[in-house]
């Protein structure tokens, strides 16, 4: 009985050693990362999947640091997680402190919701409900199909009068948009011959004619794939939309997005610089939208966004809490005209 309770000793503490040493070889990778990110960046696609997952790399850090609190080495231990919790607070910190309130607007207020509904796997009747639980004014459909579309015209005719519905078949190009304000003009288009179907309408919000976009960005190749991960037709797509059309407009823009990107990529680094994204800028906490496999994990991204021009200014932004049997929580937002 003594070498046995030996043994164990001797196993728990070879463990507990073992541990030890992963906690400081996780921080040391951490830090690595960052200098990566700092030098390199995204022309390293390691790079950018693990931008896709800082919070979570962060978050792991922090339970790590937790850990070494039992260990007598706990000063070294912790120390090199800093790094990587540090750039967690400092990217995060305007989504983690409370914000001042929103500057007073005199133009008139509106509510905008990205939606996508994923109609190859989602029920139309938890869909349209959902739709009628968020209540916005303006809402862009992502993925939107033939069954979907039937079920929203049969159901939301009077709550929205105006209605622009192309669904496909694979549901994957299929687009849409929801108004309660007179749509006066459409234009679909893909920005590259491989691109999922986009809309552009111009609508008439109390005299004032915004222009909206409803677009669906390529995912990533391999998205939980660290060595096979490849974002580069999502952003060649985000550049071409960008640069040939969101920056030629003269209208107030808004735009309903399936970003497939992270507020940590370069392709949401590009667009900030010339739009504003409702979360980021009037959200609270990460607003993860992606994927909410609702009954065993929670989401693990933010994907969907609303930007917005200088002309329009954010007011709230929440993640809905839920999905209507779609992979996507939608996202919404308060917006007013600056006039």
Known sequence: MRSLARWLRDVLRYGWFLVQIAIVLYGLAMFVYIVARITVGENWNLIAFANAFL????????????????????????????????????????????????????GPHFTAATYNILSHQSNPDYIV?????????????????????????????????YRVLEPRDPPVDGIGLLSRFPVLDVTLFKPMPSSSLQLRAVLDIEGTNVTVYVTRAEPA???????????????????????????????????????????????????????????????????????????WAPPLMRLDQIWYSDQLVAREAITWKRTGTSLHRPVCATLALEH
């Not at 850090?61 to 997680?81: C, N, T």
């Not at 979360?279 to 496999?293: A, E, Q, V």
């Open 55 to 106: 919070p979570w790399l962060a978050w792991c850090g922090m339970g790590l640091a937790l850990l070494a609190l039992l260990s007598r080495y706990r000063g070294l231990l912790i120390a090199v997680q800093m790094p990587i919790i540090f750039t967690f607070l400092i990217l995060y910190s305007d989504v983690l402190l409370p914000r001042n309130k929103a500057k007073p607007v005199t």
């Open 129 to 161: 409900h959902e739709i009628g639980r968020m209540d916005a004014d303006i809402l862009g459909l992502q993925e939107l199909g033939e069954g979907h579309a039937a079920q929203i015209e049969e159901t939301l005719a009077e709550v929205y009068p």
């Open 221 to 295: 190749a391999s998205r939980y794939a660290p060595l096979l991960y490849d974002d580069s037709r999502r952003d060649s797509e985000l550049e071409i939309l960008r640069t040939d059309y969101l920056e030629t407009e003269l209208n107030p823009v808004l735009m309903l997005c399936d970003c497939n990107m992270t507020d940590q990529s370069d392709a949401y680094r590009a667009l900030d610089r010339v739009m504003d994204e409702a979360f980021r800028r009037m959200g609270r906490g990460m607003g993860f939208t992606y994927p909410d496999h609702t009954d």
